[in-house]
């Protein structure tokens, strides 16, 4: 019985620190977008925003995907573009 919640203990930290990792990749992409965008002209900013979401709206999941998974990507596309961080 221990050696089972010492695996399960060792595969939570192993969870853990992948959950981390993950973060750390979303914010490091969230930051260089941010300054990417920053660096365009007003203009070009549009252009490339509604081409994503075009490009988004055409590459919508099959019915595999659940609906709240695919309105929470087009939120966050949305957010990540519309309201980049300050």
Do not use: F
Request: glycine share 2%.
């Amino acid at each position: 019985m221990k050696n089972l919640i010492a695996e399960l203990l060792v595969k939570l930290a192993e969870k853990e620190e992948e959950s981390k990792e993950l973060v750390a990749q979303v914010e490091a992409l969230e930051i260089v977008v941010t300054a990417l965008l920053r660096q365009m002209a007003q203009s070009d900013q549009q252009v490339l925003i509604k081409n994503i979401e075009g490009a988004l709206e055409q590459a919508r999941p099959d019915a595999e995907v659940p609906a709240h998974d695919s309105e929470m990507l087009q939120q966050y596309v949305n957010k990540l573009l519309r309201h980049p961080r300050s």
